[in-house]
């Protein structure tokens, strides 16, 4: 029984064994060289060349997560203490991952097979097979995926001031709108912000296209705005869409990182290539309350539908019980589309009332006055 004095947190132990997250070979090696791998949760590796490491360790209350290895390694670890969960076979994703999706992950396979071979598209294709027919296996794989994804989000993002920027998917590229957005991105990118977006098309590309093209000039921005004109939507053509996307990354490939929480949902919009790391969720509600949650820096609502409206009042109903702490801001941009349109200021004034949320909810003309309404927001 541990004294009271000394800190005990049972989500850091297992059985007594410090939980060690292990998601890299160089961190596997230095473990192994140890002799224990006691207590460590090693997520989708490759093993097969380290055999016997795995025969000579202490696997003791380790857990195995997506990691092939040789038969005899297998039986001895797990003969050892070890909980394995092998590969799935003939999957188009690992439900494993110990990371965010990269664009060229998603869309590998873009030039050569079109968009129909990509990862995206054929892991969106499974989903549709699976996704409604009651299959256990395919739930709890889309689950283990959801929840891998959320804890290697929670790792990278810890520490970060992150800003969200919200939007409808039918803004088209070569619009005014678009360039305000990838503005938006950009300048809230250069204030030190890190710029989350729901990873689809329309304004949430454009905010992650400003982001992308925060550490250049005002030149390329208007010179890769005109190529991705070229190509206004991804409908007819996701193959086209993501080509002029893909062609602005190869002509300017240093581009700054933002986020992007796509899902295969609506897997009929593709995850936009300007988000850095995206982390595609089968799950909606996992991914729309995993979103707004991060959003320790605030949440910028640009114009837009059903599905932007339903994240204004997610947002505000954590702001307005105050599950989350102290109310994050809440940004919305365009009057004319918010007051008469769809008139939710209105009803987000009133719901605000007098409580401590009230002084965190803006109402903005233009892209052009957000940093300064969330600065002004932010520090009361």
Request: proline share 8%.
């Amino acid at each position: 029984m541990p004294s009271d004095d000394v800190d005990h947190d049972p989500s850091t132990e297992a059985g007594g064994i410090p939980i060690r997250e292990i998601q890299s070979l160089e961190e596997f090696d230095q473990a192994a060289l140890s002799g224990s791998l006691a207590g460590c949760r090693i997520q989708a590796l490759d093993l097969t060349e380290r055999t016997f490491a795995l025969l000579v360790v202490d696997s003791s209350q380790a857990v195995f997560l997506g990691c092939p290895m040789e038969p005899q390694a297998l039986a001895h670890i797990r003969a050892g203490g070890a909980l394995v969960f092998p590969p799935v076979p003939d999957l188009p994703f690992d439900p494993y991952r110990g990371a965010p999706y990269t664009p060229d992950e998603l869309y590998a396979g873009l030039e050569t097979e079109g968009y129909a071979g990509t990862p995206d598209a054929r892991t969106y294709a499974w989903y549709r097979r699976t996704g409604h027919n009651g299959d256990v296996l395919a739930s709890m794989l889309r689950s283990v995926h959801d929840d891998a994804l959320s804890d290697a989000l929670d790792e990278m993002l810890r520490g970060s001031r992150v800003v969200g920027v919200m939007g409808g998917h039918a803004m088209e590229r070569g619009s005014r709108a678009y360039a305000g957005a990838a503005r938006l991105g950009r300048d809230l990118a250069r204030s030190g912000l890190t710029v989350a977006t729901g990873g689809g098309p329309g304004a949430m590309e454009a905010a992650n296209f400003g982001a992308y093209a925060a550490p250049y000039d005002d030149v390329m921005l208007g010179k890769a705005l005109e190529v991705l004109a070229r190509v206004p939507s991804f409908g007819p053509s996701v193959d086209d869409w993501a080509a002029a996307a893909m062609a602005v990354r190869d002509r300017w490939p240093d581009g700054g990182p933002s986020y992007g929480l796509p899902t295969w949902f609506y897997g009929h919009e593709p995850a936009n290539p300007f988000a850095a790391h995206i982390a595609k969720y089968f799950a909606n509600a996992t991914r729309e309350d995993g979103l707004l949650s991060r959003c320790n820096a605030g949440v910028v609502f640009l114009p837009g539908a059903a599905g932007t409206v339903q994240e204004v009042f997610d947002a505000a109903t954590t702001n307005y019980y105050g599950s989350r702490g102290e109310p994050a801001p809440m940004v919305l941009v365009d009057r004319a589309h918010w007051t008469t349109e769809l008139p939710v200021w209105p009803l987000l004034t009133r719901l605000a009332g007098e409580r401590p949320m009230a002084d965190r909810i803006a109402l903005v003309e233009s892209v052009t006055e957000v940093p300064a309404a969330l600065a002004r927001l932010a520090w009361g």
